[in-house]
């Protein structure tokens, strides 16, 4: 069982370039977030989508765009990469259901580390 | 908007010994979760524990327990007999359980363990 997955690890790109970072997760999740994480400031919310073919803006969603096409996949996008992109990004994915258990728990990908030169 | 505040930037505790991370929050909701969240080196995130807001009995895992003031809005996460392997970047964060699972993060405290 792999859980959230996210590609690529690593990324170097020059100022203005595009790229999407591709995030799949195999639980059946209903719920999927990318998140950046920069030095002290914790993990923010760029945007999330609560089921395929659905998604919302976050706290910090400009300059990146998502979709999700497919339930278990959630794509970020930066059309024309900024320095102030450079970051390390987070997919996660969490279940809607009334399971208790489960419900409200996120589980979080390796991350992606982008810098923007 | 929901905000979590960690004041601690950095802890060190010896091994064996105790360890307490402070966490507040502010909410107007009534029904939520509260979650600590371990990051290593490896970056990757791991939930370590979590409260529903509406238990009164604090949360335990092993060596791990909170202690929830839900009127103080305080949530501080414990671990106990530290050990090496529980050095990394802790992060509290919030959920309500009705706005779309949207999770808001504490800015981390690095926590490190001495031999």
């Known amino acids: 069982n792999a859980g959230v997955t996210q590609t690529p690890k690593f990324r170097v790109l020059k100022t203005g370039q595009s790229m999407t970072l591709l995030c799949a997760q195999d639980m059946n999740h209903e719920y999927m977030y990318w998140y950046r994480q920069d030095p002290g400031m914790g993990l923010r919310l760029i945007h999330y989508s609560v089921g395929e073919g659905t998604t919302a803006k976050g706290e910090v969603p400009d300059g990146y765009n998502v979709s999700r096409l497919k339930k278990q996949n959630f794509l970020l996008g930066l059309e024309s990469a900024a320095p102030s992109q450079t970051s390390v990004y987070f997919c996660a994915s969490s279940y809607l259901g009334v399971a208790f258990v489960a419900k409200n728990i996120q589980y979080f990908g390796a991350g992606t580390r982008l810098s923007v030169l | 908007a929901q905000t979590v505040t960690q004041s601690q930037p950095e802890m060190s505790v010896q091994e064996a010994e105790t360890v307490t991370l402070s966490c507040t929050y502010d909410?107007?909701?009534?029904?939520?979760?509260l979650f600590w969240y371990k990051q290593p080196p490896s970056r990757q995130m791991i939930l370590v524990i979590r409260?529903?807001?509406?238990?009164?009995q604090n949360a335990t895992e092993n060596r791990f327990s909170v202690n929830f003031q839900k009127a103080a809005k305080s949530f501080s996460l414990k671990i106990s007999d530290s050990q090496l392997g529980d050095a990394a970047m802790y992060f509290c964060?919030?959920?309500?359980?009705?706005?779309?699972?949207?999770?808001?993060f504490g800015t981390g405290t690095s926590l490190t363990v001495i031999p």
């Open positions: 909410t107007s909701e009534s029904d939520y979760y």
């Open positions: 964060a919030y959920s309500g359980a009705n706005t779309g699972n949207q999770f808001y």
């Open positions: 409260q529903e807001a509406y238990k009164q």
